[in-house]
């Protein structure tokens, strides 16, 4: 298993990072998570297109997490191609594609919804993975999605959200936790109010989980500061740039 970031800053963030977005390499296997703004353009930036991608995860309706979808629509229909993509029950592509004025590329997409629920479900099941999801806790409703390999390796993804027991429990002894951190020590008032963690509350989360790894992700405006990690190692994204799941263990 590897996971590519394509994307790791949030709506309001230096445009060199790019709205946060994953891919996820599972032997044949590509699963695509959260959509944003420049998504299809950081897909082929690092080698990837939209062909090649076989599941979409997409983590709430927010912006940041969805507008890049209808981008990989147009796409998807000029090669004749289907894209299956999973969400909450109140993504509503038909209005974002109406308000975009192509309804007719929605052919491209096959959504499939999802209830958002505090316990774990498995959602997907592919011939490489299984794919799981609790609800975060957001602002608007919101998914953070687990995946396992048929190895036993396993990557969480919080999506945006509080910190949050659910998340805990989902990404439970995973190798990889990626959690949002959209404030530093210190903002938790502020951050809460507008649905994020903090950095100090991500690396709680992953130590309460029993995660190796913290990847953050999801800056704002400010660099990231972490400290206090206490045997929660840090790996830091580089768009582009494969992170091995088997080198971490």
């Not at 502020?190 to 991500?202: K, N």
Request: proline content about 6%; charged content about 20%; overall charge negative.
């Amino acid at each position: 298993m590897r996971v590519i970031p394509l994307g790791i800053g949030g709506w309001v963030s230096n445009p060199l990072l790019g709205n946060v977005s994953l891919l996820v390499e599972i032997n044949n296997s590509r699963i695509l998570i959260d959509t944003g703004e420049g998504t299809y353009r950081a897909l082929r930036t690092c080698g990837f297109d939209v062909n090649k991608v076989d599941l979409i995860l997409i983590t709430h309706r927010h912006g940041d997490h969805i507008m890049g979808l209808s981008t990989l629509a147009l796409f998807a229909r000029s090669m004749g191609i289907t894209l299956r993509v999973y969400g909450p029950r109140d993504v509503d592509l038909q209005g974002l594609f109406n308000a975009l004025g192509i309804p007719q590329y929605l052919s491209a997409v096959d959504f499939h919804s999802i209830d958002p629920s505090p316990e774990p479900s498995t959602v997907v099941i592919g011939r490489d993975y299984r794919v799981t999801a609790v609800s975060a806790d957001h602002t608007v409703p919101a998914l953070a999605y687990r995946i396992e390999d048929s190895d036993g390796s396993c990557i969480a993804y919080s999506g945006d959200t509080r910190p949050s027991k659910s998340i805990v429990n989902l990404s439970r002894d995973c190798t990889l936790l990626i959690h949002e951190v959209s404030g530093n020590p210190g903002t938790e008032e502020a951050s809460h109010l507008h649905g994020h963690s903090t950095t100090s509350e991500a690396i709680q989360v992953a130590r309460e989980a029993g995660v190796k790894y913290l990847m953050p992700v999801h800056y704002y405006v400010e660099s990231p500061i972490l400290s206090g990690t206490q045997g929660i190692n840090i790996v830091i994204p580089v768009p582009c740039t494969p992170i091995d799941i088997q080198k971490l263990k």
